[in-house]
């Protein structure tokens, strides 16, 4: 079965720098884009960044733009998210999630990790 | 940058038909997509491609979009609705992905 366990989450001070990993199984992970979605506590969601299947292209969102690097290793079934310059509006619950490619050309998300929570304070 | 609007919170009887809306500029070229969140779980799909349930779904759950507006429509509500739903859809290019605020509703 599909299963997606994130990791690295904790407390970090702001300005600093924090990388997130997500561990992949039960599925072809070199065939599937991935996904960064983020939830701050009571808050809504919020999509964060995307990586192609093979690595060759990633978008961001405008609030983590140029502070948040997103990556993977297909060889180890792993997908990244490296943080820096952290901001206590970055305080959130970190999920990653499989994009779902439709016949009809657009995609959703079908399956997420169970988060892992980061906070930025000092 | 693209946004979708959804209201607050919208608060039925059980047995009532709870109705959440969800506008977006980019939704009558777009598809809107629906997740229920419940507590601190994961999101789940209810509606995909506008309209279309995925399995395991409960059939109270239906979706509909016209012009620039989705609504998730969810008959018969029970107490085990109550939840967080959202929105979801891309923007016109397809790079970014967009979430609505957040709709909370309340079966009581």
């Known amino acids: 079965q599909v299963q997606l366990v994130e990791s690295g989450g904790g407390v970090v001070q702001p300005g600093r720098s924090l990388r997130l990993s997500c561990s992949a199984s039960?599925?072809?992970?070199?065939?599937?884009?991935m996904h960064w979605v983020r939830q701050p506590p009571g808050k809504g969601l919020e999509w964060v960044a995307v990586i192609w299947y093979d690595g060759t292209k990633n978008y961001y969102g405008d609030s983590v733009k140029g502070r948040f690097t997103i990556s993977r290793d297909n060889m180890k079934n792993t997908l990244y998210l490296q943080m820096s310059s952290l901001r206590a509006e970055d305080t959130a619950v970190y999920y990653c999630a499989r994009e779902f490619a439709s016949m009809t050309g657009e995609s959703y998300f079908d399956y997420w990790g169970q988060g892992t929570l980061v906070t930025v304070s000092s | 940058s693209y946004e979708l609007t959804q209201p607050p919170s919208v608060s039925v009887s059980p047995g009532q038909t709870a109705r959440i809306t969800c506008s977006g500029d980019?939704?009558?070229?777009?598809?809107a997509y629906w997740y229920q969140q419940k507590s601190v779980q994961a999101p789940v799909l209810v509606i995909f491609?506008?309209?279309k349930r995925p399995s395991g779904i409960s059939e109270r759950f239906s979706g509909s979009s016209s012009g620039t507006m989705a609504t998730l429509t969810i008959s018969g509500a029970q107490v085990e609705d109550e939840a967080d739903y959202y929105c979801y859809s891309t923007d016109s290019s397809a790079s970014h992905r967009v979430f609505g605020g957040g709709t909370r509703l309340t079966v009581l």
């Open positions: 980019a939704l009558p070229k777009k598809y």
């Open positions: 491609e506008d309209s």
């Open positions: 039960g599925f072809t992970f070199s065939t599937y884009v």
